[in-house]
């Protein structure tokens, strides 16, 4: 069957020379090395859906990923070479597999939490699970795919540890709770492991990852640069003095002032915000006060979000949510509390790494599939906490279960993916790590054993 595979593989490397002949451009052919491991990816295939659909049946919250931990855990330790610590960051794993000749350390990241939604389909294997969530029991679903990111991962470590002679570096897996947890006062899971040290003994070179969706047909999505927003939160609380509805001049009412910084904020981001350093979008989510028509309230509380592909102007938005809380609340003789929570930075894909990695991605796609660039996204993913001292590397896998036709968004109780996709998944995970490594050769990592 290996032998079928490896068949497969240089066939389609011939077929990547010959458009790249017809046509002037295309993918380069992968190495022998590389068509080795995208032969052992393609092995995975059933394997890895497998994987997937029993996660997603047992989905767990965030840092509640105890059976999932597990789980992953038995399944690493049955793959040879791999040596496997668990309770990293509270549910989290770190797993090593070191090559057998020198060259650099290449992390490879899923994040495994679900979400406090109930999926709405008929899939044979679609979750019935209940979970807690701020005290309540609630539906627990993977409608973000993070099920898919950990099977795919998965699916790379078999590939890989399967080739671990000739591999000429390190991997470190990296398999992370509470992605979905931020933003908050209490840091989501990339934060977490980076605090825990995952980037260190081995030292990481460089961090790649990936995130699944359903917006277009099966293929790549990569860029040079900004990808993801930061994501943040803010609560402003004001406290003024309550009265009778009758005689307000008798008492200082916050809904007024609560009302005019909802318009003020509308103004950072046309005003105080450079639009060429980066798209920022300010939003008001939450506006509570009053519990009467005939009582004049004597606190009032907005709460909102900072997205931005801008770290610079992400902080410009922060210092003018809080001045014009602040000068607002002053001027109806109130007082203001502003809290704003950071819970994910801008996710920058390195250009120089993805560049690196951009023709492995063009040969993961296959002739059947395609990776190209695309632009910025305003959604936010925590990953971007790996890239704060380090390159990081970080491209979206399309699988719209409706071929060009966009299905339901991530997050959505309607979200699912076509299955088809995970095989390029870990052809592109398995692709670009011995990408990545090829253009770095010989490190010798001993030292930090």
Not at 220 to 241: H, N, T
Not at 267 to 295: C, E, F, H, K, W
Request: charged share 20%; glycine share 10%.
């Amino acid at each position: 069957m290996k032998q079928l595979h490896l068949l497969a593989a240089l066939a389609t490397a011939c077929l990547f020379n010959l458009n790249a002949v017809a046509q002037g451009n295309g993918p380069a052919a992968p190495s022998e090395l590389q068509q080795r491991g995208l032969s052992l990816a393609d092995a995975t295939e059933a394997q890895v859906i497998a994987w997937r659909r029993h996660i997603h049946q047992n989905p767990e919250l965030s840092f509640q990923e105890v059976r999932t931990a597990a789980y992953v855990a038995e399944a690493l330790r049955k793959m040879p070479g791999i040596q496997v610590q668990t309770g990293v960051a509270r549910t989290g794993i770190k797993a090593v597999l070191r090559g057998g000749k020198p060259g650099p350390v290449v992390a490879l990241r899923a994040d495994m939490d679900a979400l406090p939604v109930e999926e709405r389909n008929d899939l044979p294997f679609k979750s019935l699970a209940k979970g807690d969530w701020l005290g309540k029991e609630v539906p627990v679903a993977h409608v973000c795919g993070h099920d898919t990111h950990v099977a795919m991962l998965l699916g790379a470590a078999q590939a890989l540890s399967e080739m671990r002679a000739d591999l000429p570096g390190t991997v470190v897996f990296l398999f992370q709770p509470a992605e979905e947890l931020g933003p908050g006062p209490v840091p989501s899971g990339a934060s977490a492991m980076v605090q825990a040290g995952v980037l260190d003994n081995p030292k990481v070179d460089v961090v790649m990852g990936q995130h699944i969706n359903a917006s277009g047909a099966v293929g790549i999505g990569y860029r040079r640069g900004a990808l993801m927003a930061s994501g943040d939160m803010f609560k402003i609380s004001l406290k003024g003095q309550g009265g009778h509805g009758s005689s307000p001049w008798t008492a200082k009412d916050p809904t007024l002032a609560a009302a005019e910084i909802v318009l003020a904020l509308q103004n950072i981001v046309s005003q105080r915000i450079d639009p060429l350093d980066g798209p920022t979008v300010v939003t008001v989510g939450m506006l509570q006060s009053g519990n009467r028509a005939n009582i004049l309230p004597e606190t009032a509380e907005l709460a909102g979000t900072v997205r931005s592909l801008s770290a610079r102007n992400q902080k410009v938005a922060h210092e003018n949510i809080r001045l014009k809380a602040q000068k607002i609340a002053e001027q109806y003789g109130l007082t203001a509390k502003v809290d704003i929570d950071t819970g994910y930075e801008v996710l920058v894909s390195d250009p120089e790494a993805t560049q690196t990695v951009v023709k492995s991605l063009e040969a993961a796609a296959g002739p059947n599939a395609q990776a190209r660039e695309i632009g910025p996204r305003m959604a936010s993913e925590d990953f971007g906490a790996f890239g704060r001292n380090l390159p990081v590397v970080f491209w979206n896998l399309n699988a719209s279960p409706f071929g060009d036709k966009p299905g339901a968004p991530n997050h959505s109780p309607e979200f699912v993916i076509d299955e088809k996709a995970l095989r390029i998944g870990v052809r592109a995970l398995v692709g670009s790590t011995l990408g990545y490594m090829a253009a770095r050769p010989g490190k010798d990592v001993t030292a930090s054993r």
